[in-house]
């Protein structure tokens, strides 16, 4: 159980062009889902937080019009990178926290999406 | 703020050589979660272990444990025999209580040791 999707796992888009990324949790309900970037030969950076019905909460640093994050349902979290450029270019890699539940502590990782921008 | 420190960027260890990754934390909180995860190149992240701040006892599943020192608040991963199969990234992680109780906790990383194991 606790199996969490991505899609798509690699996507090459043009400069100035927008790309979303959906993350899945595919056998539970998932309040709470975590959005990373990680950078060639570095570690993972938390974007935001994702909480269904609300508005993400960001963390410092991260432009808000510029990584559009959507928890529509409490299965589904979308990241749109808009207007992205070759610095966009990351391994993006979500999480989901199955909650409410017994265990908030526990995260469930997707295998990530590699995006590059040309 | 928390904060998670492995200051072994490289490692390289021949087969069969026992190797131990090294983590150190800080955090302000009583109640907090510790984790390993391996990163192999593909990039998936595969969890290794979690341990709470409450229950220091070492930990063994096969080749692998796992040494939690909360008076030297130090989190380190020893891998015995190594094997080709064991090169990845290799990433602490701390999770520490915010907002309400129940809701999910957000994950501190450090910055990952790359370990390489030779035939």
């Known amino acids: 159980g606790a199996v969490v999707s991505q899609h798509p796992s690699r996507v090459i888009c043009k400069s100035g062009t927008s790309v979303k990324i959906e993350c899945r949790s595919l056998?539970?309900?998932?309040?709470?889902m975590f959005w990373y970037r990680q950078f060639p030969k570095q570690s993972l950076m938390l974007m935001a937080t994702s909480n269904e019905g609300s508005k993400a909460t960001y963390e410092q640093g991260v432009e808000k019009d510029k990584f559009l994050i959507n928890h529509a349902s409490l299965t589904l979290s979308t990241l749109t990178v808009t207007s992205a450029h070759p610095e966009d270019s990351s391994f993006y890699i979500c999480?989901?926290?199955?909650?409410?539940?017994?265990?908030?502590?526990?995260?469930?990782f997707g295998p990530g999406t590699r995006l590059t921008v040309t | 703020a928390q904060k998670v420190t492995q200051a072994q960027t490289e490692i390289s260890v021949v087969e069969k050589e026992d190797v131990t990754l090294d983590c150190v934390y800080e955090?302000?909180?009583?109640?907090?979660?510790l984790f390993w995860y391996k990163q192999p190149p593909s990039g998936e992240l595969v969890f290794l272990i979690r341990?709470?701040?409450?229950?220091?006892q070492n930990e063994i599943s096969g080749r692998y444990s796992w040494n939690f020192q909360k008076s030297t608040s130090s989190f380190n991963f020893t891998i015995t025999a190594s094997q080709v199969v064991d090169s990845a990234v290799y990433f602490c992680a701390l999770s520490e209580a915010i907002g309400l109780v129940g809701s999910a906790r957000q994950l501190t990383f450090g910055s990952g040791t790359q370990l390489t194991v030779l035939p």
């Open positions: 056998d539970f309900q998932a309040t709470t």
């Open positions: 341990r709470n701040s409450f229950d220091e």
């Open positions: 999480s989901a926290s199955q909650t409410p539940g017994p265990d908030p502590y526990e995260q469930y």
């Open positions: 955090t302000r909180d009583t109640t907090y979660y």
